[in-house]
């Protein structure tokens, strides 16, 4: 009889190397982003050393900012501060003051 392995990870967000949900879009279109840039940069007659050098630099810099992002506000931190965004701030109240002290009449 044949037997077959059972995915462990079904209902859990995709994750590679630690990395999960949304922070893995980032580093991966940041990445793309960051070769077409270096790619233009060298075609467009930018010597060699800085186009090495800014790509080294800022793959580096992406790669500690997305790490650092995923694990100070993890797998919903990105969505919950946008979120915040949408919350009011304060209430605006323009009942009258005497209107919200007096009592009300029963029935």
Do not use: D
Request: proline share 2%.
């Amino acid at each position: 009889m044949t037997e077959y392995n059972i995915n462990k990870g079904i209902g859990r967000t995709v994750e590679y190397k630690g990395l999960k949900a949304q922070y893995l879009f980032i580093f991966a279109v940041g990445l793309i982003a960051l070769f077409v840039l270096f790619v233009a940069m060298y075609v467009a007659g930018v010597p060699q050393g800085v186009c090495i050098g800014f790509g080294v630099t800022a793959a580096s810099l992406l790669v500690f900012l997305t790490f650092r992002l995923n694990e100070r506000y993890g797998q919903y931190g990105l969505m919950k501060l946008a979120a915040v965004r949408y919350r009011p701030r304060y209430i605006i109240n323009r009942i009258r003051l005497t209107r919200l002290i007096r009592t009300r009449k029963s029935r």
